[in-house]
């Protein structure tokens, strides 16, 4: 390959073509983030996920618990604690899913599918990654697109199921307020007194 670079040398524009056939091989990958920007994005991702972690560990799965076990007392008007649980698990849940995905994969994907790229110019990687064009790069934002629409569907499909299960809810036979179920239990494990009606209503 150098002697018929050499030998070429002498012809014109031979170099300025051969120049900018590397210059095309090089342009073939995404540029990749610096070690300093790799580092900054992991302790951003660390200063939002920790406390998010700290929250659903120590406060929200308990809370959580405590509402599911009893949910049945807890009247809001006129939804009652069982609709929040069943329609939020069933519904809500997926729904957020796809809407998370859309925000943070969906946008790009549009973008993506419109210029027939991936990465998107100018778009840092973390890893060597080769530019694809055309149908290639479209496989991507369309998986992507994929997981949206069955995490609607999904939530649609919840949305019956949910309706279903709580068609007939059971009458709430303990006096109980979600405040007091952690503080106000027997010493034998049975629930204490409460000065509250039977069932809470906000």
């Avoid at 007392?73 to 849940?93: D, E, K, P, R, W």
């Avoid at 405040?179 to 494990?189: E, F, H």
């Amino acid at each position: 390959m150098g002697i018929w670079k050499i030998s070429l040398a002498g012809i014109p524009g031979i170099i300025d073509v051969y120049k900018n056939d590397c210059l095309f091989n090089m342009s073939e990958y995404a540029p990749e983030y610096t070690k300093r920007e790799r580092i900054v994005f992991i302790l951003k991702l660390l200063a939002l996920a920790t406390p998010i972690y700290l929250m659903v560990q120590f406060w929200l799965a308990d809370w959580i618990a405590d509402f599911t076990k009893n949910a049945h007392c807890f009247n809001y008007g006129s939804i009652n604690g069982m609709h929040l649980v069943f329609y939020g698990a069933l519904t809500f849940l997926p729904l957020l899913l796809g809407i998370i995905l859309f925000l943070f994969e969906g946008i790009r994907g549009i973008k993506i599918i419109k210029l027939g790229q991936n990465p998107l110019p100018d778009e840092k990687v973390f890893t060597p990654t080769k530019y694809k064009y055309g149908a290639a790069a479209k496989v991507q934002p369309f998986g992507i697109f994929s997981v949206i629409v069955f995490c609607i569907g999904l939530s649609i499909w919840g949305g019956f199921k949910a309706h279903e299960q709580t068609r007939e809810i059971k009458p709430c036979t303990v006096n109980i307020s979600l405040n007091q179920t952690r503080v106000n239990r027997a010493p034998d494990g049975e629930p204490g007194s409460y000065s509250r009606n039977r069932c809470h209503s906000a």
